[in-house]
Nanobody, 126 residues
Framework: QLQLVESGGGLVQPGGSLRLSCAAS????????IGWFRQAPGKEREGISC????????KYADSVKGRFTISRDNAKNTVYLQMNSLKPEDTAVYYC???????????????????WGQGTQVTVSS
């Protein structure tokens, strides 16, 4: 069973940056698409980005496009989410998730993902 662990969250001032990591264990990520999702207090969880197994397909939600960058290092079995120009409305618990999907484009639909991490808190506040 694939296990995912997010890290890199924390408290940052508006306009600041954070890099989240999603590290996999017990299996290789080579055959998985990875999605990043977030859930703010009192709101539904939303998909914000995804990357396919090769890194050749990347998508972003409009809310983060131009500010967030997703990448992956399969040799390290890790996917990253670089978050720049952070805003208070980016405050949420951030989750990564994996879908067994080889050679196809990724999808930002949370109901298709098979494995989820426990989440990491990101708070943007002055």
């Amino acid at each position: 069973q694939l296990q995912l662990v997010e890290s890199g969250g924390g408290l940052v001032q508006p306009g600041g940056s954070l890099r989240l990591s999603c590290a996999a264990s017990r299996s290789t990520l080579d055959y998985y698409a990875i999605g990043w999702f977030r859930q703010a207090p009192g709101k539904e969880r939303e998909g914000i980005s995804c990357i396919n197994n090769s890194g050749g397909s990347i998508k972003y939600a409009d809310s983060v496009k131009g500010r967030f960058t997703i990448s992956r290092d399969n040799a390290k079995n890790t996917v990253y989410l670089q978050m720049n120009s952070l805003k208070p409305e980016d405050t949420a618990v951030y989750y990564c998730a994996a879908e067994l999907r080889y050679g196809l484009s990724c999808r930002i639909q949370q109901n298709i993902y098979d494995y989820w991490g426990q989440g990491t808190q990101v708070t943007v506040s002055s």
